[in-house]
């Protein structure tokens, strides 16, 4: 069965400087990955996919992730942290042939001026 | 931008009680989901539905479940006699397509079981 882990349940960085959010997956098929962002007293909002197009994707907001095979990785980046970046990011897989999207843990980011 | 929307956005209800959580998705989209967050844990599963059936669901989707379309708009989780445990927050998405396209997520409702 699938599965997500995100390392890190808080994540603290100062203003400007580099994000970094960590999620390893398991899947015994190829999957699609997703990372989502969820505000305070908000649903959750897409940040980026990857759907085996480029390894390299980008998303919303200034924040990329790259696709990592040999290493079961997704992790997401954002070369420079701004205030409104504060919030809980959340990595999901979907297998191909399947519909449920299965969550990470959630990593609460927040920002440091 | 369309959006998913959901109603209420808490509920606050007695053991043992019916409950029903309201959405709509966005107009286009033909996949429907429901998902819960139970304070502090993961965001988990319970229900995809197509085409007026129930796709796929999770062992916590129990007898106490139910989804319905009961028009071209709305989609609903009734939860027939709720138990503390239900006390989450509950989040309907919908999405274009199966695997690729992303679901896309309403702001949940905070259902709260005393």
């Known amino acids: 069965a699938q599965s997500v882990t995100q390392l890190g349940s808080h994540v603290s960085v100062s203003e400007g400087a580099l994000v970094l959010l960590r999620c390893n997956y398991s899947s015994s098929v190829p999957p699609y990955l997703f990372w989502y962002v969820q505000y305070p007293n908000q649903g959750l909002q897409l940040l980026l996919k990857?759907?085996?197009?480029?390894?390299l994707v980008k998303g919303i907001n200034g924040f990329e992730a790259e696709f990592k095979k040999s290493e079961t990785s997704f992790h997401l980046t954002k070369p420079s942290a701004h205030m409104s970046d504060a919030a809980e990011y959340f990595c999901a897989v979907r297998v191909q042939g399947a519909q449920k999207l299965v969550f990470g843990q959630g990593t609460r980011l927040t920002i440091n001026p | 931008e369309p959006e998913v929307t959901q109603t209420p956005s808490h509920q606050v209800t007695q053991m043992g009680q019916e409950v029903i959580l309201r959405c709509v998705p966005i107009?286009?989209?033909?996949?429907f989901y429901w998902y819960r967050q139970i304070l502090g844990q993961k965001v988990e599963f319970l229900v995809s539905f197509y085409n007026n059936e129930i796709s796929e669901k999770s062992e916590i989707f129990d007898d106490q479940f139910s989804v319905e379309r009961p028009d071209g708009s709305n989609f609903t989780l009734k939860i027939r006699s709720t138990k503390l445990e239900d006390s989450a927050m509950y989040f309907c998405a919908s999405s274009e397509f199966r695997e690729q396209y992303e679901q896309y997520f309403g702001p949940g409702t905070r259902l709260t079981v005393t």
């Open positions: 107009s286009n989209h033909l996949y």
């Open positions: 990857y759907t085996s197009a480029a390894t």
